[in-house]
């Protein structure tokens, strides 16, 4: 994953897999064009999770926060809404800030309720949308969140840098998020003070 000339630690993007709540099953057009988006990533170095239904996706989500990206089938969304807003709420809780993608095609087409609206960072289009596009849309969505943790882990505020960045973030945090060493603190705001 690059951003103009930077990259990100190999191990850092390798620990943040993006995750895809959909069935992907049989020889259909859809198929064939999410397997391309994820050959698409894996050529970017961008390892795929597949969670086949929405109770495996939660299980996903609820048993490891450390995804760069979330991708939501609508059709699964329009068949079980209750438990999709649940493992909506239930990402934007453990891991605020990660992007959530709502995956579509023209077959499942229909309005999407505000609620969902709301809660997503941007829409996909299988296969309307080439699988090169969409794949930099989500490697961007993905860097961008990646890019965040990575300024958290090496802010001088962190006392232990060998801590991975979502440790970090849920054993030092505070209720605005952001982490604190008092005694570095101290010493890094003294420097700033007449």
Known sequence: MTE????LPPALAQQFPVLVIAQVTGDTTVTRSAEAIRDALKD???HVVFAPGLEDGEIAVSSDPSYSCIILSWRL????PEDA??????????TEGVPILLS????????VPLEFAENMDAFIWLPEDSP????GRIEAAARRYLD??????????????????VLAALTNSTYDGLCYNVQTTTRELSKSVP
């Open 4 to 7: 103009q000339g930077s990259q």
């Open 44 to 46: 970017r170095d961008i």
């Open 77 to 80: 969304c329009k068949e079980a």
């Open 85 to 94: 807003l649940r493992i909506i709420q239930l990402a934007r809780r453990r």
């Open 104 to 111: 579509m095609n023209s077959a499942s087409r229909s309005p």
């Open 132 to 135: 090169q596009f969409i794949a």
């Open 148 to 165: 965040s943790i990575k300024k958290v882990a090496d802010s001088a505020l962190i006392s232990d840098k060998t801590a991975t960045p």
